[in-house]
């Protein structure tokens, strides 16, 4: 029967198991396999699992009750292994590689912060800052503009929206990096000039926190950041 993984641990983490539930509609009880100086947390796999609502909370509720006891490498939701056997083989080839993200992770915890800007307003400063940007416009909207100015402004836009969006990503990260121990970029998705995740020692997530708020009051109600954790480090392991 395969093996469902939620989780890989120190061997000598408490492993209080006893009082949590598994995934699947009759979840069987959770299980430790142990290989040298790693563990990981296991089930029995369920036939024909899926992201159900209720198995998925199952999912993050070990990991937010392992991760409370400590170090923890949380795997994401449906990652199965063959059996027993091959997890532990697995863990005994790769556990000095275990060993160390665990070191690395202890304590923390990550944040993720996508940020936008309201599109209207970036787009009146292009057009307001570029005098061959504002005569395309002009030109397009009065009807004078043929087919090659509409193609001339549309790239023209687009690369000074791309240019000014990768500004405002760096300038978010130079003030936000300094507070955490590592981040992780992805890409924005539409409507976005920033999409990373932030891995923060849990002493100072409050801070983490505050900077992100001054960060959003210094910007204005044309920018919004929306701060998502603490989380799993998922984007760390």
Do not use: C, W
């Not at 009082?19 to 009759?26: A, N, R, S, T």
């Not at 061959?132 to 001339?152: F, H, K, P, V, Y």
């Not at 992805?186 to 900077?211: C, H, I, M, Q, R």
């Amino acid at each position: 029967m395969p093996t469902y993984i939620y989780a890989i641990t120190t061997k000598d983490h408490p492993l209080r198991l006893d009082d949590l539930q598994g995934v699947g509609e009759e979840a069987t009880p959770l299980r430790t396999v142990r290989a040298g100086e790693v563990a990981a947390v296991v089930s029995d796999a369920p036939e024909g699992l899926r992201a159900k609502r209720r198995d998925v909370l199952a999912h993050e509720a070990v990991l937010e009750s392992l991760m409370a006891d400590g170090a923890t490498l949380p795997m994401r939701f449906g990652l199965l292994g063959p059996d027993d056997d091959q997890v532990a083989r697995a863990l005994e080839q790769d556990g000095a590689a275990y060993r160390s993200r665990l070191a690395e992770l202890a304590g923390h915890v990550e944040f993720n912060l996508k940020a936008a800007r309201d599109e209207q307003d970036l787009l009146l400063e292009i057009v307001s800052e570029s005098d061959r940007i504002r005569e395309l416009n002009e030109r397009t909207r009065s009807g004078a503009g043929g087919q090659d100015d509409r193609i001339a402004l549309g790239e023209l836009v687009a690369g000074q929206v791309a240019e000014r969006n990768h500004e405002q990503a760096q300038k978010t990260l130079e003030k936000l990096q300094s507070a955490a121990a590592r981040v992780s970029r992805a890409e924005p998705g539409a409507g976005y000039f920033l999409n990373a995740s932030f891995l923060v020692a849990v002493e100072t997530a409050d801070e983490f926190v505050k900077a992100v708020r001054e960060e959003a009051d210094r910007r204005g109600e044309t920018y919004t950041l929306t701060l998502t954790g603490p989380l799993p480090p998922y984007s760390f392991v």
